[in-house]
């Protein structure tokens, strides 16, 4: 059932709004005399409008994911525009999405937004092709509207895991890796249809996916290339792929590039006690069928790419069963057995296979360090928020700092104690009950002139500013190369700001793909996305997308206070990075050489591999590191936390979860693992673990990382602030000097064969 209400909205147009029927007339009442939000339509009846929100009915608050609208058929050329609630319950706009055909009277469009609430709103408007709203505006409950009625919102702080394929021990296995003490929601995944189109963006919310090899045959071409796309950015994936790994390489396309070798062709194996032994469980050998199972072999043992963790024969060359290998900035882990077949599927010890597969619990067994709880800092990435909204002064500009909650918590406590009892005690020991007509007004106006100069002292005149910081990773092997930003808007007017983000085409080459989004902390605390009420915000006002998710319009900036966002591009490298020769032998310590070929110089390098760090130092465009002539290895965890010898003991500096230093933020961050997790933080990384490299230098990728020369951005940002009458650029200023990460590919050495000739040197590999 659906009540329809029509209300004025702004400009004395009317916003026909539809919502679900509820038990309470409030739902009703708040639709009737809430704010008018968004888009004004020209009050025609409400269409039966379908909308579906997330991959497998589930979505994540605070991550992208897909919008799914149904509508009846619409005229060619007209499009759509889908309102969701930010952080503060601010509606914003995506960018228009076309309207297709999608059978006899309806159309779909598909978009992909980020909300910002526990409890979604969707408000979609319906453009025609002249571009001004035709249609009325529906409002509609994502989860009560939504095609499939097991849809379900995720928290931000809840991991989530995609499977595909008959797994059942995927939600054992993901409690095994979380701990009792987190949850994981595990989300099945069914091929979309046809008229759904996935993009890589659209599988931000996960952390991980398992596929099955005989399931990839549901998955259209588009969805392959998805997901292939959100691993080589940063995901992860377990393939399973045994009997089927040979179809996966007829198939060609990104799923033959899933599998660590070229060739398969299947030879019979008989016990698997290597896997029972990964697995740490017992008791899949009598399973098999009677006659075996059929797993993969490679044409050639130096086709495999990756690292074998288990086989089965003499050597790694004769059946490997476990391959980790790095895809792009991500990782896939692949298993030569299809356990969706009954005799594993059914396994009590499928679980502890699933989740050794998945990695283990190696970062949450460890204790966590105690942090200052005073802080209530949710997060790496909200501390790295926390540390974006602090503008300490520069040549130039005075400082502008957030006004601590200490002060403001003390200073409210004060003013109540000199109204009650200090003031009451006054007025009854003079015997004068009128004279509070002059106290209280002397207390009130005092604590305004000390609230007005108090924002003085902390900035509230300063000027407009813009702080910007960066995290670029290239990998050599791909060209993929991948920008992570953030831009700090600061405002001492009522002031709307226009922000687009793209690659600095003197690095990135082609279309890169963009988006940039508000920036705001995860989990229950104020102003944290999941919080059951919204941080009021000072400007309530909407905004929207231009054209793409490249460009935000007019999002509102109060007087005295900033705004944060983020962003995100992918491109391909307009040239290569690095050349190599880099191998590693069986102590898994580096040998050879690292060219860098970027355009700019890097300061501070490190070449990371394995648990070892390189000190390489300053790298000009055309210099060449050589492991053999520098310095090292030393231990990368006590480089990350900074451990040094004291008393013949070493002692790690302890983590300080108050400090505004953005570029230790970012760097512990992109290393998370490696510098010991939250077992050294005190904090999971949020947002921040796309960030996290540590897997790839654990298999066959090396990493180089440094800091580009002062002023070197490579992300460009358009930011322009508007207000008062006046329209100007911001002018930016670095929050931290740009990190700068290649990831390169190393080598197994090779090994010499009996007799006089002996392994040859290596090519170079880009």
């Known amino acids: 059932m659906i009540i329809a209400v029509k209300r004025r909205g702004s400009r004395g147009r009317t916003l026909t709004v539809a919502l679900p029927a509820a038990p309470s007339i409030v739902v009703v009442m708040l639709a009737v005399f809430a704010p008018a939000h968004g888009p004004s339509t020209r009050g025609e009846s409400p269409s039966a409008a379908e909308v579906s929100l997330g991959i497998g009915g589930t979505h994540r608050t605070g991550s992208w994911t897909p919008l799914v609208v149904r509508l009846p058929a619409a005229a060619a050329g007209d499009s759509v525009r889908a309102w969701v609630e930010d952080a503060d319950g601010q509606l914003v706009g995506s960018p228009p999405a076309p309207l297709r055909a999608a059978g006899p009277g309806n159309s779909t469009a598909v978009t992909c937004v980020r909300p910002g609430r526990p409890t979604v709103r969707v408000m979609v408007e319906r453009i025609s092709r002249a571009g001004e709203g035709s249609g009325p505006g529906v409002i509609s409950d994502a989860v009560a509207a939504i095609a499939s009625p097991a849809g379900t919102t995720a928290a931000s702080t809840t991991p989530l895991l995609l499977v595909h394929g008959n797994v059942p021990a995927a939600a054992a296995a993901a409690r095994l890796v979380a701990g009792e003490e987190t949850t994981i929601t595990v989300v099945a995944f069914a091929a979309p249809p046809a008229t759904v189109s996935l993009t890589p963006r659209d599988f931000d919310a996960f952390d991980a996916a398992i596929i099955c090899g005989q399931a990839v045959a549901d998955l259209d071409t588009d969805t392959r290339a998805a997901i292939d796309g959100w691993i080589r950015r940063g995901g992860r994936l377990v393939l399973a792929a045994g009997v089927s790994a040979v179809g996966l390489a007829a198939a060609g396309g990104p799923v033959a590039d899933w599998l660590p070798g070229a060739g398969p062709r299947l030879v019979p194996l008989r016990r698997v006690g290597a896997l029972e032994a990964f697995a740490r469980s017992g008791g899949l050998t009598p399973r098999l069928p009677p006659t075996g199972i059929s797993a993969p072999r490679f044409e050639a043992a130096g086709s495999i790419t990756g690292v074998v963790n288990v086989f089965e024969g003499a050597s790694a060359a004769d059946t490997p069963l476990v391959i980790r290998r790095a895809h792009g900035l991500g990782m896939i882990t692949w298993i030569g057995l299809d356990i969706d077949q009954p005799w594993c599927a059914d396994w009590p010890g499928c679980d502890r296979l699933v989740a050794a ?9 460890q204790p966590a360090t105690p942090t200052d709880t005073r802080q209530q800092t949710p997060d790496l990435a909200g501390q790295l928020r926390m540390a974006m909204d602090t503008f300490a002064a520069s040549p130039g500009q005075p400082a502008s700092l957030p006004v601590p909650f200490e002060v403001i918590a003390g200073l409210g406590l004060l003013y109540c104690l000199l109204l009650y009892p200090v003031d009451w005690w006054l007025v009854r020991r003079s015997g004068r009950p009128s004279i509070s007509w002059i106290t ?3 207390v009130a106006g005092g604590f305004a002139a000390l609230a007005w100069g108090m924002g003085a002292v902390w900035g509230r005149d300063a000027p407009a500013r813009l702080r910007l910081a960066e995290v670029i990773d290239f990998d050599a092997a791909g060209g993929l190369v991948r920008g992570s930003a953030w831009a700090a808007v600061r405002s001492p007017a009522n002031a709307l700001v226009d922000l687009a983000v793209a690659a600095d085409d003197r690095w990135a080459t082609g279309r890169c793909d963009a988006a940039v989004s508000w920036f705001a902390d995860a989990g229950t605390g104020f102003g944290g996305v999941d919080a ?50 880099l191998t590693r032998d069986g102590r898994g310590l580096l040998a050879g050489t690292i060219t860098s070929r970027l355009p700019m110089p890097l300061e501070r390098c490190w070449l990371v591999h394995g648990g070892w760090l390189y000190d390489v130092g300053r790298m000009e465009p055309g210099d060449t590191y050589d492991t053999e002539a520098g310095r090292g290895p030393r231990s990368l965890a006590a480089a990350l936390t900074r451990r040094t010898a004291v008393k013949d003991r070493d002692r790690a500096e302890r983590w300080d979860a108050a400090t505004t230093d953005v570029g230790r933020i970012l760097e512990v961050a992109g290393l998370h693992a490696a510098a010991g997790g939250s077992g050294y933080t005190g904090l999971e990384p949020g947002r921040l673990g796309r960030l996290d490299l540590s897997p790839l230098v654990a298999v066959d990728r090396g990493l180089l990382v440094g800091t580009a020369a002062a002023g070197t951005r490579l992300t460009a940002w358009r930011v322009r602030l508007s207000g008062e009458g006046t329209t100007a650029e911001l002018p930016a200023e670095s929050a931290a000097p740009s990190l700068v990460r290649l990831v390169v590919r190393v080598r197994p050495a090779a090994v010499a064969e009996p007799g006089p000739a002996a392994a040859t040197k290596p090519e170079p590999t880009r």
């Open 440 to 442: 209280l007004p002397l």
């Open 532 to 581: 059951a009420a919204t941080h009021p915000p000072l400007a309530a006002a909407d905004y929207a997308y231009g054209p793409s998710l490249a460009a935000l319009v007019k999002a509102p900036v109060s007087a005295a206070s900033s705004r944060l966002f983020e962003a995100s591009w992918v491109g391909q490298a307009r040239e290569p990075v690095a050349e190599t020769t």
């Open 357 to 365: 597969l998945l990695g283990g619990r190696s970062d949450a067994e």
